[in-house]
């Protein structure tokens, strides 16, 4: 247990289909991040989010669109999507401006679009 | 941001000690080094930190040498369980503007 909650651990969906996934962190963390892994390779930063707003979009495709409520809670809304996004998408957070020097991260989320 | 290069691979058997080297060349003065852990499936896990000379924990120790251009994690008597991919990240992610962009990794294969 990490302090970082993921939901769904696995999720299915057709290329028609709108889900959204969801992550919740209990550190009490202000910065909060998106990743994408496919298989077997490194981790991509989708989006960061700081103080609630969002300060990195790594040229992510406009069918992924984060929102973050407050500091505690960031989704991920999916629409659209294509079978080479499937992959497992990772949520971390962190303290800035003073606290933990390290990040925590999720268990993921493991996405196959069909 | 610092750019990091490590090996892409290694193995080892177990009950060995691993030496995974990063270099940081372009390494500023408030960057720390931070390694990090990731098992299939699963996020990254925090292992150590360091700024300068040496840093041990119970997981593993880190060799942080004067110029800080290079790191070496170490992981003492190696097992199974070990096999994972190793990252070095440098920065301040408590500064704000160092986002966490993690490299390809060293993947450790360790071998009965």
């Known amino acids: 247990e990490t302090g970082v909650t993921q939901t769904p651990r696995h999720l299915v969906m057709g290329m028609t289909n709108k889900k959204s996934l969801k992550c919740e962190q209990h550190l009490g963390h202000n910065a909060m991040y998106w990743y994408k892994q496919s298989a077997k390779k490194p981790l991509e930063l989708m989006f960061v989010y700081n103080f609630k707003e969002q300060t990195e979009n790594n040229s992510v495709p406009s069918r992924f669109s984060p929102e973050c409520p407050n500091s505690s809670h960031l989704f991920l809304h999916l629409h659209t999507l294509q079978p080479e996004d499937s992959a497992l998408y990772l949520c971390a957070s962190s303290q800035v401006q003073g606290g933990d020097t390290e990040a925590f991260f999720g268990q993921g989320t493991r996405l196959t679009v069909v | ?112």
């Not at chain 2, 299939?40 to 360091?50: E, T």
């Not at chain 2, 097992?79 to 390809?104: E, M």
Request: net charge positive; hydrophobic share 35%.
């Open chain 2, 1 to 112: 941001l610092a750019k990091t290069t490590q090996p892409i691979s290694m193995d080892s058997y177990e009950g060995q000690e691993v030496n995974i080297t990063c270099s940081h060349n372009n390494i500023a003065t408030n960057d720390y080094i931070t390694w990090y852990q990731q098992f299939p499936s699963q996020g990254p896990r925090f292992i150590i930190q360091g700024y300068k000379t040496k840093v041990t924990n119970e997981v593993a120790s880190l060799f942080i040498p004067a110029d800080r251009k290079s790191s070496t994690l170490s992981l003492p008597r190696v097992s199974l369980s070990d096999t994972a991919v190793y990252y070095c990240l440098v920065g301040d992610i408590r500064a704000g503007n160092t986002p966490l962009v993690f490299g390809k990794g060293t993947r450790l294969s360790v071998i009965a």
